[in-house]
């Protein structure tokens, strides 16, 4: 059974920049595409970006697209989500999850089969 961690979650002042890490246990990451999500107060849960299995690819939403970046080591079984010129409106819960049955990586969350249990980021001065 898969499981997923999030850390590196806290406050950081717009424009600055906050790495998330996604630890996943019980099987290796390769076998899932991952998708990071994201949930302010109040709102839906939106996926923010997502990465194959393969690794090759990735898909961003339009409005991180430029400024956050998916990446994996399998080494360390973990995913990263680096967020780059950080703005108040990113401030939410952040979600690994993951699939192992869908065809592609997909910024919905139709089909994930996985969760963590998130991590709050938190930009303001």
């Known amino acids: 059974q898969l499981q997923l961690v999030e850390s590196g979650g806290g406050l950081v002042q717009p424009g600055g920049s906050l790495r998330l890490s996604c630890v996943a246990s019980?099987?290796?990451?390769?076998?899932?595409?991952i998708t990071w999500y994201r949930q302010a107060p109040g709102k839906e849960r939106e996926g923010v970006g997502c990465?194959?299995?393969?690794?090759?690819?990735?898909m961003y939403a339009d409005s991180v697209k430029g400024r956050f970046t998916i990446s994996r080591d399998l080494a360390r079984n973990t995913v990263y989500l680096q967020m780059n010129s950080l703005k108040p409106e990113d401030t939410a819960v952040y979600y690994c999850a993951a699939s192992g049955k869908l065809i592609g990586c997909t910024l919905t969350t139709n089909g994930m089969g996985y969760w963590g249990k998130g991590a709050l980021v938190t930009v303001s001065s």
């Open positions: 019980g099987s290796a990451l390769d076998y899932y595409h």
């Open positions: 990465m194959t299995k393969s690794g090759r690819n990735t």
